[in-house]
């Protein structure tokens, strides 16, 4: 099973930017789609953004549309979330996931519950 780790999370001021990296263990990785999560205290685990196999489809929460971008590098077995224009309410535990094909329907991608091989997640903080 593919192991992911993610890492660039942080402290940030409103409006500031990070840009946020998953790597996976296994080359097979480039074979499915890739999602982002994140999880404040207290609450449920919602979707962020996913993308597929290729990069060549993105999806994006309306939360962050226009603010954030997905990307991938698969020569890598990197996944990127790039944030932009952050804000108090982005602030999260980010995790990246493994869909279980190469693409899915919108309703299918916001599920955790289709999702595997979660990383352990990295903290991000907007706040001044």
């Known amino acids: 099973?593919?192991?992911?780790?993610?890492?660039?999370?942080?402290?940030?001021?409103?409006?500031?930017?990070?840009?946020?990296?998953?790597v996976a263990s296994r080359r097979t990785f480039s074979?499915?789609?890739?999602?982002?999560?994140?999880?404040?205290?207290?609450?449920?685990?919602?979707?962020?953004?996913?993308?597929?196999w290729s990069g060549g489809s993105t999806y994006y929460a309306d939360s962050v549309k226009g603010r954030f971008t997905i990307f991938r590098d698969n020569a890598k077995n990197t996944v990127y979330l790039q944030m932009n224009s952050l804000?108090?309410?982005?602030?999260?535990?980010?995790?990246?996931?493994?869909?279980?094909?190469a693409w899915g329907t919108n309703e299918d991608l916001r599920g955790p519950a289709n999702f595997g091989s979660w990383g352990q997640g990295t903290q991000v903080t907007v706040s001044s």
């Open 1 to 22: 099973q593919v192991q992911l780790v993610e890492s660039g999370g942080g402290l940030v001021q409103p409006g500031g930017s990070l840009r946020l990296s998953c």
């Open 31 to 52: 074979d499915y789609a890739v999602g982002w999560f994140r999880q404040a205290p207290g609450k449920e685990r919602d979707f962020v953004a996913a993308i597929s």
């Open 87 to 101: 804000k108090p309410e982005d602030t999260a535990v980010y995790y990246c996931a493994v869909y279980r094909s």
